[in-house]
C-alpha cells in the first residue's frame, strides 16, 4: 500500500507512506511503489498512530439498565449494580457485549485497550470471556487484561486466590482497589500484597487508586511507595486518583515528586471522573479529576482512559478516544496549544508507554498501524472529534468511515452539505 499525501503530527505536509508485508518500509516524499500497489490519497489529512485505552472495563460494557439504572449516579451506587449484575452474566453475553465494543472500538481507531476484568467471582467467568475475547480479536486489536478485585482484595474473602488464578490462566497485569478497602490497615496491606505479587511474577501493577473525593486519602502514596522500594519503575499505573482533586496543596506538593521518582504512569478518565466525582457535595461542586497539567509538569506519563461504555457507572460513550481527550482538555483546563496537544498524547502515545506497547508510532520499520484523521492536526481532531476516514492494521484496512461536512476552519461553506438557504 502506498499512501499518498498526508500530514503528520509534527505537522510535516505531503508526505508519502509506503507499506510492504505490514510495516512501513520508506516515509518521505514523492515515494514510487511496485506497478500494482493499491494507492490511497490521504488529501493532506493527518494520519496519526492508532488510538490507545489505557483503563477501560469490558466486562462490564453495553450492560446499561441490567437488571436496573444507577438512579444516584455514584460510584457505590454502580459497584452495588454490578454486584447484582454478576449472578446473572453468563459467558456468552460477556464475549458477545465485548466483541461488539471491539467493534465500535475499532472503527474510532482505538487498536490497543488495556481492559481490568472483575476476578470476584469464584467461577472467573468474566476471566475466561476476555481471555477468550483477547484471542478472537488479536488480529485487529491488542487487548491486555488487568486481574481487578473489584469487591476489594481483602474484604472479599477468595479475592487473592481468585487474582492468583486469574494471572495464572493468562492475564497480564495485576490490579487492586484500596479504597474499597475497610479499614486504612488493610489499604496499605492490599497494596503491599499486590505490589509484591507483580514484582515477584515480573508483571505490570494497575490500580484504581484514591477513587473518591476524600482529601485524606493516601493511596497513591503507599503505591508510589511501594513501586520505588520494589524498583517497578515504570511498571506501576495509578488509575483515577481522583482525591488528589481535593487534597492539600502542601501534601501534593510532596506527593507529586514521590510519584514522579517512583516512575508512577497515572490515567485519568476524564468522562467518568467528572461524573461520578462530587456526588456529595452540594455548591460549590468539586470536579473529581486528577491534576494532570500538575502530573505532566513533574515529568509523569499521564493518560487519559475511557473507562466505561454504557454500563453500571456511565450511560454514554461509544469508544471514541477523541471525545475522552476532549472532556479531559475541559475539566483540566488545558487550553493552550501545547496542552491541547498533550491531550492527544494522553490518547495515543501516553497510553501506549502505560501498556508497554512495542514498536509503535509511524516510523520506518514499525508495524503499519494508523489512523487516517478528517483533520489537518492534533487539536482540529479534538475540536471536530474528526472522523476517522481509515483505520488500518498490519498494513490491512480494517474500517473504513466517509468524510462528513466537518466544521474545518477554511474559508466558504463545507463541502458535502445541500444548503436550502442562501445567506
Ligand atoms: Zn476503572
Given at each position: 500500500?502506498?499512501?499518498?499525501?498526508?500530514?503528520?503530527?509534527?505537522?510535516?505536509?505531503g508526505?508519502?507512506?509506503?507499506?510492504?508485508?505490514?510495516?512501513?518500509?520508506?516515509?518521505?516524499?514523492?515515494?514510487?511503489?511496485?506497478?500494482?500497489?493499491?494507492?490511497?490519497?490521504?488529501?493532506?489529512?493527518?494520519?496519526?498512530?492508532?488510538?490507545?485505552?489505557?483503563?477501560?472495563?469490558?466486562?462490564?460494557?453495553?450492560?446499561?439498565?441490567?437488571?436496573?439504572?444507577?438512579?444516584?449516579?455514584?460510584?457505590?451506587?454502580?459497584?452495588?449494580?454490578?454486584?447484582?449484575?454478576?449472578?446473572?452474566?453468563?459467558?456468552?453475553?460477556?464475549?458477545?457485549?465485548a466483541?461488539?465494543?471491539?467493534?465500535?472500538?475499532?472503527?474510532?481507531?482505538?487498536?490497543?485497550?488495556?481492559?481490568?476484568?472483575?476476578?470476584?467471582d469464584d467461577?472467573?467467568?468474566?476471566?475466561?470471556?476476555?481471555?477468550?475475547?483477547?484471542?478472537?480479536?488479536?488480529?485487529?486489536?491488542?487487548?491486555q487484561?488487568?486481574?481487578?478485585?473489584?469487591?476489594?482484595?481483602?474484604?472479599?474473602?477468595?479475592?487473592?486466590?481468585?487474582?492468583?488464578?486469574a494471572?495464572?490462566?493468562?492475564?497480564?497485569?495485576v490490579?487492586?482497589?484500596?479504597?474499597?478497602e475497610?479499614?486504612?490497615?488493610?489499604?496499605?496491606?492490599?497494596?503491599?500484597i499486590?505490589?509484591?505479587?507483580?514484582?515477584?511474577?515480573?508483571?505490570?501493577?494497575?490500580?484504581?487508586?484514591?477513587?473518591?473525593?476524600?482529601?485524606?486519602?493516601?493511596?497513591?502514596?503507599?503505591?508510589?511507595?511501594?513501586?520505588?522500594?520494589?524498583?517497578?519503575?515504570?511498571?506501576?499505573?495509578?488509575?483515577?486518583?481522583?482525591?488528589?482533586?481535593?487534597?492539600?496543596?502542601?501534601?501534593?506538593?510532596?506527593?507529586?515528586?514521590?510519584?514522579?521518582?517512583?516512575?508512577?504512569?497515572?490515567?485519568?478518565?476524564?468522562?467518568?471522573?467528572?461524573?461520578?466525582?462530587?456526588?456529595?457535595?452540594?455548591?460549590?461542586?468539586?470536579r473529581?479529576?486528577?491534576?494532570?497539567?500538575e502530573?505532566?509538569?513533574?515529568?509523569?506519563?499521564?493518560?487519559?482512559g475511557?473507562?466505561?461504555?454504557?454500563d453500571?457507572?456511565?450511560?454514554?460513550?461509544?469508544?471514541?478516544?477523541?471525545?475522552?481527550a476532549?472532556?479531559?482538555?475541559?475539566?483540566?483546563?488545558?487550553?493552550?496549544?501545547?496542552?491541547?496537544?498533550?491531550?492527544?498524547?494522553?490518547?495515543?502515545?501516553?497510553?501506549?508507554?502505560?501498556?508497554?506497547?512495542?514498536?509503535?508510532?509511524?516510523?520506518?520499520?514499525?508495524?503499519?498501524?494508523?489512523?487516517?484523521?478528517?483533520?489537518?492536526?492534533?487539536?482540529?481532531?479534538?475540536?471536530?472529534?474528526?472522523?476517522?476516514?481509515?483505520?488500518?492494521?498490519?498494513?490491512?484496512?480494517?474500517?473504513?468511515?466517509?468524510?462528513?461536512?466537518?466544521?474545518?476552519?477554511?474559508?466558504?461553506?463545507?463541502?458535502?452539505?445541500?444548503?436550502?438557504?442562501?445567506?
Open positions: 500500500m502506498l499512501i499518498r499525501n498526508a500530514t503528520l503530527l509534527d505537522g510535516r505536509t508526505i508519502d507512506l509506503l507499506v510492504e508485508r505490514g510495516r512501513f518500509v520508506a516515509i518521505g516524499h514523492n515515494l514510487q511503489a511496485a506497478v500494482g500497489t493499491p494507492v490511497v490519497d490521504a488529501s493532506g489529512h493527518l494520519l496519526s498512530p492508532p488510538f490507545v485505552d489505557a483503563h477501560f472495563h469490558l466486562d462490564a460494557t453495553l450492560s446499561y439498565g441490567l437488571p436496573r439504572v444507577n438512579e444516584s449516579g455514584t460510584l457505590l451506587e454502580g459497584i452495588a449494580l454490578w454486584g447484582e449484575l454478576k449472578p446473572l452474566l453468563t459467558q456468552e453475553a460477556l464475549v458477545e457485549r466483541l461488539q465494543y471491539c467493534d465500535w472500538a475499532v472503527a474510532k481507531g482505538l487498536l490497543a485497550m488495556r481492559s481490568h476484568v472483575d476476578v470476584c467461577r472467573l467467568l468474566a476471566v475466561q470471556a476476555l481471555l477468550h475475547v483477547k484471542q478472537k480479536v488479536k488480529p485487529y486489536l491488542d487487548l487484561l488487568v486481574a481487578f478485585p473489584q469487591d476489594g482484595l481483602l474484604r472479599s474473602p477468595s479475592a487473592l486466590a481468585n487474582l492468583k488464578r494471572l495464572d490462566l493468562g492475564v497480564d497485569v490490579g487492586g482497589i484500596p479504597h474499597f475497610r479499614t486504612m490497615a488493610d489499604w496499605v496491606e492490599s497494596v503491599r499486590l505490589c509484591e505479587l507483580a514484582a515477584e511474577r515480573g508483571l505490570m501493577v494497575d490500580m484504581h487508586c484514591d477513587e473518591s473525593d476524600d482529601p485524606l486519602s493516601r493511596h497513591v502514596e503507599t503505591l508510589a511507595f511501594q513501586a520505588h522500594r520494589l524498583g517497578l519503575h515504570g511498571r506501576v499505573t495509578g488509575s483515577h486518583l481522583t482525591s488528589m482533586h481535593s487534597m492539600d496543596n502542601y501534601y501534593v506538593s510532596k506527593l507529586i515528586p514521590l510519584m514522579s521518582e517512583a516512575g508512577l504512569n497515572a490515567v485519568a478518565n476524564p468522562l467518568i471522573n467528572i461524573t461520578l466525582q462530587g456526588r456529595h457535595d452540594s455548591y460549590p461542586k468539586r473529581g479529576m486528577t491534576r494532570v497539567p502530573l505532566m509538569a513533574a515529568g509523569m506519563n499521564v493518560g487519559f475511557h473507562d466505561c461504555v454504557m453500571p457507572w456511565y450511560s454514554l460513550g461509544c469508544g471514541d478516544m477523541l471525545e475522552v476532549h472532556m479531559g482538555l475541559h475539566v483540566a483546563q488545558m487550553t493552550s496549544q501545547a496542552q491541547m496537544r498533550a491531550c492527544f498524547d494522553a490518547v495515543t502515545v501516553n497510553n501506549a508507554a502505560i501498556l508497554g506497547l512495542q514498536d509503535y508510532g509511524i516510523e520506518v520499520g514499525h508495524p503499519a498501524d494508523f489512523v487516517l484523521l478528517q483533520a489537518r492536526s492534533a487539536i482540529e481532531a479534538i475540536r471536530l472529534r474528526a472522523v476517522r476516514l481509515l483505520v488500518v492494521r498490519r498494513g490491512e484496512v480494517v474500517a473504513r468511515t466517509p468524510a462528513c461536512a466537518a466544521m474545518l476552519a477554511l474559508p466558504g461553506r463545507p463541502p458535502g452539505v445541500d444548503w436550502i438557504f442562501n445567506r
